[in-house]
């Protein structure tokens, strides 16, 4: 192979992942030539609904799945959190790189964490996931939605909209923008979505070529970690019309993953975890899954998703 095209979100976010990649694969492979193809998703175009309204995480990859298709496109870089739990037919997800920090992220200009919001502060986030947890844990604040790319969400913060914002920290640091955080959510605070952190490429199933491409780009232990988390995801219906949290992490190589559904008030939140080998994390996202099936979780899914 000569020559490669990363198909990619115009995002600024989208666009340093992709930048990144194509530096990783420029230094593995000197020869190579590697281009970037930026294009714009449905999920970019429409930001005035929630996107669990609007047909969820699909609409950020799909535009990129037909430049695949199309052959205008060899692989697509994506966030984790953002790639469907089930891919369509004919595509695979070979690589899973090495995570950046997982957590979520506290950002405000005139507080320091949570707990320090008065009663009535305004807290934006579009996730039910992050809504969810917050509420349950502080129900003296409001939550109000907060959509758009990074930047945007920053200048609504700065314009004075909200009290503070939660985003994801792996996203800020990627942008430079580290020092926006005022302090970073520990998992029991707020669990973090299967995925995130994680950069996944995404190709054509049948393109042999390029999965021995890529493979050095893969890291076996976040990979093991992801499939763990999508795992539950998938298990308990994986879309983002959903709050669901999973987060895996690996030690002596025991893998131990925990998860969460509740009610969009944080008014029931079911938790459950599990450790297992590295070598069973699939099985071990479909345990945890169903230890919160066993609890309830199929009516709190049912509710949610008959409330939206
Ligand atoms: N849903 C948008 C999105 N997708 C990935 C990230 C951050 C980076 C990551 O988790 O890999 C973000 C921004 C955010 O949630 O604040």
Redesign the pocket.
Known sequence: MKKIVIASRESR?AMWQAEHIKSRLESLYPELEVEILGMTTRGDQILDKT?SKIGGKGLFVKELEVAMLEGRADLAVH????VPMALPEGFALPVICER?D?RDAFVSNAYANLSELPHGAVVGTA?LRRESQIRAQFPHLVIKPLRGN?QT?LAKLDGGEFDAII??A???K?LGLGERIRCELSPSESLP?P?????GIEIRAEREDLKVLLAPLNDADTHDCVLAERALSRQLGGSCQIPLGGFATLSDEVITLGGFVAYPDGSLMLTASASAPRHYADALGRAVAKKLLQDGAADVISAVLADS
């Open positions: 976010l996107l966030s984790m959190k953002d950046e997982p996730s990074v969400r985003l994801a792996a996203g800020l990627r979505s995925g995130q952190g994680a950069l």
